[in-house]
């Protein structure tokens, strides 16, 4: 429902952004609370699938800043908005993750061996070959309870939280209750949500 509520609603006109008019009713109707499962935020706005990847987690950070935004502008909840980061699973979704993150790295390996071998074969012919891009790769397991860049991601979010409620006149305006669960508190976030 939110997606395509976002994707019917320009955040920008132009090239500019579009003000949000405080004194207009929001336009999806009144809503009180707002809960996200931030692990859906993260992963695309950290990895995207349909466009260029972001140069460094600065960039990262500013893709989920503009998201939480436009979420945000079109909700515009008025008593909460509840943030919920994956924590530590249950021992056994621990291992399913364990083995879909090793069969990924497998097929990434496999993947890399079979460029390296056309690369190879279109050399012998004298084809011209295409460049192999940045080189840049970004490991989503990162994206993991525990680990030093889910910690820095949920500083991030932290001084994100504090600037709007501080500082954004739509925030201000509205000045839900912001709650974040981090990585730090056990179970999945739509567990913790529910």
């Not at 998201?67 to 980061?85: E, F, G, H, N």
Request: net charge negative; proline share 7%; with cysteine.
């Amino acid at each position: 429902i939110v997606r395509d509520t976002i994707e019917r609603e320009p955040v920008e006109m132009d090239g500019r952004m579009v003000p949000v008019d405080l004194d207009e009713d929001a336009p999806n109707g009144e809503f009180d609370n707002l809960y996200l499962d931030m692990n859906g935020i993260i992963h695309p706005c950290c990895h995207p699938e349909d466009g260029p990847a972001p140069e460094d987690e600065e960039h990262m950070y500013e893709n989920i800043f503009l998201y939480l935004d436009r979420l945000v502008r079109i909700i515009r909840p008025k008593k909460l908005i509840y943030m919920a980061i994956d924590g530590v699973a249950p021992r056994a979704k621990m291992n399913q993750q364990r083995a879909r993150r090793f069969r990924a790295a497998q097929e990434r390996e496999e993947m890399e061996r079979e460029q390296d071998k056309l690369r190879a074969d279109w050399e012998a012919e004298g084809r011209a070959l295409p460049n192999r891009g940045t080189g840049k790769f970004f490991d989503s397991n990162v994206i993991t309870p525990g680990t030093n860049f889910l910690h820095k991601m949920s500083e991030a979010i932290r001084y994100y939280i504090h600037d709007r409620t501080t500082n954004d006149p739509l925030w201000q305006k509205l000045k839900p209750r912001v709650i974040l669960s981090d990585a730090n508190i056990p179970s999945e976030g739509e567990h913790k949500i529910m």
